[in-house]
């Protein structure tokens, strides 16, 4: 079943037009990578989804039509985000960051806690004196206890150390072969993606120019939209 459905997207901040007509699916249970240099619309992309920002064409979640939903009501559909730069609530602990989103559902914060177990280590300590990676476990659970049909991942390991990158990556093999999740991930690291991603959708330019496994994509595709 498809749950996110996409077509024709259109954005722009003022007068900069930034998506020309993006289209892809992400159906239940689905691992879609978001790929592309940086620059060329993928955090605008989830921008949109998530209501955070104005946008025209199709753009509908589980059958519901999102133009003009606020993004808290958006987020109710199942949407759960973890943005780019992680945007903890640097005065509360990891517990009041945790329980401040908790909706009904299997995640809680015992499970969020099993999937990393260094917040519950920490579950006093305030998330503004958390390392970098702690902040992105924090961030990353904090939208699982929102309980989402589609969890959305922007640049979950980016400036990361490569141990801390390695425990995110874990995770997320987790939630995509134990759970079942629908994810939609932007990242870079095409070994990662390649292991959890059913599928991916590359941009550029505010387009989306292919789509497919990435084991399709060759080296000379992925050298023109995604080489530096």
Known sequence: ???????DLHASYGPADVLHGVGFTVAEGEVV?????????????????????????GLRFAGRDLHGLP?????????????EGRRCFAPLTVTENLIA???????????????????????EQRAGTL???????LAIGRALMTNPRLLILDEAT??????VRAEIWSA?????????????????SLAELGRIA???????????????ALADLDADLAALHLGV
């Open 198 to 212: 059913d599928r991916a959708v590359i941009l550029t330019r505010g387009r989306d120019v292919w789509q497919g």
């Open 172 to 188: 997320i093999d987790v939630l995509t072969r134990e759970a079942g999740m629908a994810i939609l991930i932007v990242d870079k």
């Open 33 to 57: 990578a978001l790929m592309g240099r940086n620059g060329m619309g993928k955090t605008t992309t989830i921008r949109a989804i998530c209501r955070m920002m104005p946008s025209q064409g």
């Open 1 to 7: 079943m498809t749950l996110l459905e996409i077509e």
């Open 71 to 83: 993004s808290h009501r958006a987020a109710r559909l199942g949407l759960g985000l973890v943005p």
């Open 158 to 163: 980016e400036g990361l150390a490569p141990l």
């Open 101 to 123: 989103a908790a909706r009904p559902g299997h995640w809680d914060r015992a499970r969020v806690e099993a999937l990393f177990p260094r917040l519950a280590e920490r579950r």
């Open 131 to 137: 390392s970098g990676g702690e902040q992105q476990m």
